[in-house]
């Protein structure tokens, strides 16, 4: 009997579900290079172990951006590693399904396949990430009524109108948690000349980070290095920083709702303003993010509980409904 696998690759997480035994790897997106030979030293968690540890040529390298695969031959070893931590070798019968952003060309797309089949894959279904979250959410998804879901990602945002089984109207922009994280390793390099870890950027950011303008005010003490002369040094972070760093990304998305919202049939919008907007991906998690958008709006927006894993949750749904499966994939596979 061939293996269902359902895969939610993402540009800072990757999580892999298989049809009997559920949710089975979350892990970073990123691998360890050896960049003498070339080969793939270790992936995910291991790869973040073995950098701290190893000589300066082993590197961290992340081979997806802004949700799409920047290098074909590493998202394969990515992959292929993944499948076999998860005890899932030789895979010559199974059927993989993967969700993609909306915004993907059918290059990238091609990519994905193509990357998924070298690691093993007999088959290789296409889901269009909203469609997927939409799933999981248990929207109503195939009735004439009118769903809205936003995946705000880490390299990619994006939000889509659902009614009949597919996509009515979507906007996306390749923007994301990535990005914030960025410009907040620019801001502390030029205010404080210091280099801090990815994990304390990630922390600052929904610690100390506020999508919603407010009077409050936070800061908090983070260790990193030395610009300069690399001294291991201790220095204050400000929300006001956080804040600073996050507004670009924030007002794009928020840009990116009134256009989609603006471009909705009237009939849909009506089931929209009712039903309101779910809010799924781990940059949804950014405080007040949901009250600056239903501010932005005018439509009710709710984040998903576990938004990070509503993706996977919708894939997982999808194996072993093959005639659905099919429909849902035809669109995406475009």
């Known amino acids: 009997m061939a293996l269902d696998v359902a895969l939610d690759l993402g540009t800072a997480q990757t999580r892999l579900a298989t049809s009997t ?3 089975v790897l979350d892990e970073p997106t990123i691998a360890a290079i050896d960049t003498r030979s070339g080969s793939v030293v270790e992936i995910g968690y291991g790869a973040l172990d073995v950098i701290a540890t190893t000589p300066r040529h082993v590197v961290a390298y992340r081979p ?4 799409t695969t920047v290098d074909f031959d590493v998202t394969a070893r990515l992959i292929h590693g993944l ?4 005890g899932l070798g030789g895979l010559s019968r199974a059927r993989v399904v993967v969700a993609v952003p909306t915004l993907a060309t059918a290059i990238e797309r091609r990519a994905i396949t193509q990357a ?3 690691a093993g894959a007999r088959d290789v279904s296409l889901i269009e990430a909203p469609i ?6 248990g929207l109503p998804l195939e009735e004439p009524v009118g769903s809205a879901v936003a995946v705000l990602g880490a390299g990619a945002s994006e939000l889509a109108v659902l009614s009949l089984g597919g996509i009515v109207t979507g906007a996306a922009r390749r923007v994301g948690g990535a990005d914030i994280d960025t410009a907040l390793a620019t801001a502390l390099r030029l205010t404080h000349g210091v280099v801090v870890p990815p994990a304390t950027l ?3 950011k929904f610690t100390l980070g506020q999508a919603r303008a407010s009077r409050r005010s936070a800061s908090h003490e983070v260790r990193g290095r030395t610009t300069n002369r690399g001294r291991p040094t201790t220095v204050t972070v400000e929300s006001d920083l956080v804040d600073g760093a996050t507004r670009d990304v924030v007002a794009s998305i928020v840009t990116m709702f009134q256009e989609c919202l603006g471009s909705t049939p009237p009939d849909l919008s009506h089931d929209i303003a009712k039903r309101g907007i779910t809010l ?3 940059a949804a998690q950014l405080s007040g993010f949901d009250q600056l958008l239903t501010e932005a709006t005018g439509v009710v927006c709710t984040v998903a509980p576990e938004p990070d894993r509503v993706v996977i949750a919708g894939l997982e749904a999808c194996l072993g409904e ?3 499966l099919r429909a849902l994939t035809r669109r995406a596979t475009r």
């Open 21 to 23: 035994r559920g949710l």
């Open 280 to 282: 799924v991906g781990g």
């Open 116 to 118: 998924a089949v070298q």
């Open 202 to 204: 990630e922390w600052c």
């Open 322 to 324: 093959t005639i659905a």
């Open 64 to 67: 997806l951006s802004q949700g």
């Open 132 to 137: 997927a979250a939409a799933v999981g959410l």
């Open 83 to 86: 499948f076999a931590r998860a």
